[in-house]
């Protein structure tokens, strides 16, 4: 870990927030089912922390998650510096040796949790990236921070049974919307050649593709194109259309009074029996049992 020279002030920033849950009401948590899968033990906003230098030999029991929405400031963890900057955040592993501290000229503005529980590491593990803790970058949002604010105020008020309860079911939704922000926000994120030739194919389930075809209008080798697709999706590109093309005939049935031969036209089909086939093998039933089924 970096040896540096440090002025440090642990706590004491103007405008600090801080609670750290007492003994008995972590106990509680653990014997509360609700919660004891992922539950916070300490929560903070440091503003403009100036100095603020925190480091921990034998590390923390805890998982601790620093979100940085302005200035900067840097952890140091297992020989390597990671640089926190505004709407990036990082998971400090629980017990491995670690230092964080803020810019002594640009100070960061940080909210931070310890958080513990059953899933803990499953959480966590969703936040690596190749198995390895990275700072990772969301966009600011307000909603988000309304969220903290509304689980601070809650601690403040109360440490009973219910109270703890919805802390920390928002503690999961919080955490969450930083680690999960890509998978939930899917469109700002897929501009790659995969995406958008899986938006070309939504835009035209009445034709049918070859790859080439389909590497072509990405610019790109059937070769090159056919290993991305499966490296994203898990399925041939063929398939992953053929699926499209299903789903889209699953709403024709449940919602129209086509016949299944007008609806084989309408998604490319040239045969009937191998889009029965097809059907069936994708969706469990027949098509038109399908219909009678779901149909109302």
Not at 30 to 35: D, F, V
Not at 127 to 155: C, F, H, T, W
Not at 184 to 204: E, G, L, R
Request: aromatic share 14%.
């Amino acid at each position: 870990m970096t040896a540096e020279p440090k002025k440090k002030i642990k706590e004491g920033f103007i405008g600090q927030k801080m609670i750290v849950l007492p003994p008995n009401i972590k106990k509680q948590i653990t014997n509360n089912a609700l919660i004891n899968g992922f539950y916070l033990t300490a929560i903070g906003y440091y503003p403009k922390a100036a100095y603020h230098d925190r480091e921990r030999r034998s590390g923390s029991s805890e998982y601790i998650l620093l979100y940085c929405i302005d200035g900067e400031g840097y952890v140091y963890l297992n020989d390597e510096n990671h640089i926190l900057k505004p709407n990036t955040f990082f998971i400090i592993p629980r017990n491995i040796a670690h230092r964080y501290k803020s810019s002594e000229t640009n100070p960061w503005s940080i909210y931070w949790v310890h958080f513990s529980g059953l899933n803990s590491q499953l959480i966590y593990e969703r936040s690596l990236d190749n198995g390895q803790p990275v700072v990772q970058s969301v966009p600011y949002d307000s909603n988000r921070i309304k969220l903290y604010e509304q689980m601070y105020a809650v601690l403040e008020h109360s440490y009973h049974e219910k109270e703890m309860e919805i802390v920390n079911i928002n503690l999961l939704s919080f955490i969450s919307s930083l680690v999960y922000y890509k998978q939930t926000n899917p469109v700002d994120y897929d501009n790659d050649f995969v995406s958008n030739s899986i938006a070309y194919m939504k835009k035209h389930l009445d034709k049918k593709f070859e790859v080439m075809h389909l590497a072509r209008q990405q610019g790109i080798s059937a070769s090159h194109y056919l290993r991305l697709f499966k490296q994203k999706t898990g399925s041939s590109p063929i398939n992953y259309f053929n699926l499209l093309k299903i789903q889209s005939s699953c709403q024709y049935l449940y919602f129209t009074d086509r016949s299944i031969k007008e609806i084989c036209s309408d998604l490319g089909f040239d045969d009937p029996y191998y889009f029965s086939r097809l059907f069936t093998k994708l969706i469990g039933m027949s098509p038109s049992r399908y219909r009678k089924t779901h149909k109302r």
